[in-house]
């Protein structure tokens, strides 16, 4: 590393030396190994430059050690990292390259064919990974940390994307403030299955175990019966998902005999951590996975724009169904539509304040500025505060349902919905209705085997929920649609009624 270079992270990575560092299909790599390649890759992606000066440089590769030698490689060589998602259909590949400006485009092998034709036509320089393991002599740039690092953009369920920009310094305060909060050190060994385009998986999963000198191992894609095994076959320590990957993984234990289904519990104990975010956890969920497990899952809530604000206790009780009380080194508090700050008890819109709150938003800068007020960053939820911790009470826009006059939380509707035995999911949604304003709809999976009717459902409701939360429309769906992140894209939904 060139003596000049800041960035904290490869400061601590020198720390770890030979320790493992990433566990994944291309084998076992330690911290020096991953210093040696990044660096390799920096000084090959500058190409006789002196600093690539955050020019923006989108990648594609499979999950795994690549994966993080290249986005530290455009790191130390001055660039921003814009990862892409390998999911994602072309168009909204070529609409992220050229939102962000990107000036380079690095391809794993296996994405070449796509990415090439995408680079020729938005004539932007091409490179395939293999391409940036040659040999090559120089020096790394020095790199101030209050320099723009990545562009990560939102999964938004309406409108296009945003471009939310993170500077080294952000980066730096959300690793420090979740290591000291969730007690991450040398000797913890973390399973990553989540996506690597999305603030869950490179900051809470990935940059935060190399911050500790950690290991992480990476499954080339979530499988629930691989990563049982992988819980029976490893040492592991940690273990953070979104609620559909522990659904999942509770469907398979089920589906296991007797005997697997002692050696996966068995396999639990040896966790010291379990995490869920990034959708709201059911109650239902959390105390099937604790009967399965004997873990009650810690809930947190964070966003793409601030990282983790709050959180439920590392030691101490976790209140199901509420997501904690503010990390280190973040301030949050709740405010009315006015902007003033509001009791306890009193449902709010979040608001956060912090050295781990973004830049801006890529090229928006009136979108940015609306987003703030009086320094602190809006973020759409809606909480209220009880027994001294928050609860999420849903969005300002989709999960926020005016009926009649009152305001009704969709979250709280699904909540209720799923303790009904013949429905497997749900999601709520506000109709359009000219009488009430918006009427409560929902669309329903049921359980194999199972019907339902709407008369059934509002009978059931009305000894559960107050009538003006009972749905008046439903209509039944085999799945739903979802991001990335398993979040139900309730937008697409709303066009079935």
Request: proline fraction near 6%; charge should be neutral; include cysteine.
């Amino acid at each position: 590393m060139s003596s000049s270079e800041k960035i904290a992270l490869i400061s601590k990575a020198e720390e770890h030396g030979a320790r493992p560092a990433i566990i994944a299909s291309e084998g076992t790599y330690t911290y020096d190994q991953l210093l040696q390649r990044s660096r390799q890759i920096g000084l090959a992606l500058l190409d006789g430059k002196d600093d690539l000066g955050e020019a923006r440089v989108a990648f594609l590769t499979p999950r795994g050690f690549h994966y993080v030698a290249l986005q530290w490689g455009i790191w130390r060589a001055g660039g921003i990292a814009v990862p892409l998602c390998e999911i994602h259909p072309i168009s909204e590949l070529v609409y992220v390259i050229s939102d962000s400006g990107a000036s380079t485009i690095v391809a794993h092998p296996e994405f070449e064919a796509k990415l090439r034709v995408i680079a020729r036509d938005l004539d932007v320089r091409f490179v395939v990974t293999e391409d940036l393991l040659s040999p090559t002599r120089g020096s790394l740039p020095q790199i101030d940390p209050v320099r723009r690092a990545m562009i990560l953009y939102t999964s938004g369920t309406t409108g296009k994307a945003k471009g939310v920009v993170s500077t080294h310094l952000n980066i730096q305060a959300q690793v420090t403030s979740l290591v000291k909060a969730w007690g991450w050190v040398s000797e913890d060994y973390i399973l990553h299955v989540l996506p690597l385009h999305h603030v869950h998986g490179i900051i809470n999963v990935l940059t935060c175990a190399l911050w500790a000198g950690a290991r992480c191992e990476i499954l080339p894609r979530f499988d629930p019966l691989q990563t049982w095994q992988t819980f029976v076959d490893r040492d592991l320590t940690l273990f953070m998902a979104v609620p559909t990957v522990y659904v999942k993984l509770i469907e398979a234990w089920e589906a296991a005999h007797p005997q697997e289904q002692k050696l996966m519990q068995e396999a639990c104990q040896k966790f010291r951590l379990m995490v869920s975010g990034s959708a709201a956890l059911p109650v239902s969920v959390l105390a099937k996975w604790k009967a399965v497990t004997g873990h009650t899952i810690l809930e947190r809530y964070g966003m793409t724009e601030i990282g983790m604000a709050l959180s439920n206790p590392l030691r101490g009780k976790r209140l199901p169904g509420f997501v904690g009380t503010p990390l280190p080194q973040v301030e949050v508090r709740l405010v009315d539509d006015s902007g003033n700050p509001v009791e306890p008890g009193v449902t709010g819109e979040i608001q956060v304040k912090g050295p781990g709150v973004f830049l801006e938003y890529w090229q928006r800068p009136e979108e940015t500025k609306a987003s703030f007020r009086h320094g602190w960053f809006s973020t759409g939820d809606v909480a209220v505060v009880e027994k001294g911790m928050y609860r999420i009470v849903g969005r300002k826009s989709t999960d926020i349902i005016k009926t009649g006059g009152y305001k009704v939380s969709a979250l709280e509707i699904e909540e209720v919905l799923r303790a009904h035995p013949a429905i497997r999911e749900c999601a709520v949604i506000g109709i359009e209705d000219p009488e009430w304003g918006e009427r409560v709809g929902v669309a329903l999976n049921l359980h194999r085997g199972e019907n339902l009717t709407l008369e059934e459902l509002r009978t059931w409701g009305k000894k559960r929920l107050a009538p003006y939360k009972i749905p008046t429309r439903v209509v039944f769906v085999d799945d739903f649609p979802r991001n990335p992140l398993g979040k139900v894209k309730k937008a697409l939904l709303k066009k079935l009624f």
